[in-house]
């Protein structure tokens, strides 16, 4: 119930889309569109530990969810010129902002760990399919380190660039100075010359 009250405008969008989906044999978006009620409803199942009580559960903190072959993502790599205190603020802060993103995503905090990690949900504007994504800081003094993650909670194979704007669009509107990024297991990563064009579309 607290995952549907959540979601609830996602939910709705997601369900009165179904019809169209059927009513124009688009049966790809049909799937698509039945996951993401199901991810917006029951949410991502935690490991649970079989020998934990009950009331253990208020104190558990999920993990990210492992990259999988049937869910779009990327990981992406920069340093951040200024200490993870302060880098954690600028982050915290651009994520917490309405209407940051060029492209109209929207970001809610899932988990986060003061100066450490940053773990968030985008949806998309128009189809509002859900991404996770994650930014973990590490560092001593005057630079920080920053390892990102992004992916899809939607049963996905290409992502047109999405889960790497999802990153890149947070280092860029949070006004820190950060080193160009590099990437890894990104199916699609935007050409030099398209990307500011690409990330305030996607």
Known sequence: MGNAMANMSGLKADIERLSTDVKGDDYKDLGMDVADI??????????????AEWLNYYNYKASFPGFSSLHAHCAMQTTIQMSCADAYTALNKTVNTPNFDPANGIYAVKQEVANQSIWVTRTTPVKHYVDDVEFLLS????TCNVQAKSQSQSLSYYDYDTNYCNMYNVFKSSGVNFTPVTTSSCAWVPKPEDLEATCNKY
């Open 139 to 142: 560092g001593t003094g005057s």
């Open 38 to 51: 199901m991810t917006k409803t029951l949410g991502p199942v935690p490991d649970a530990d079989p020998s």
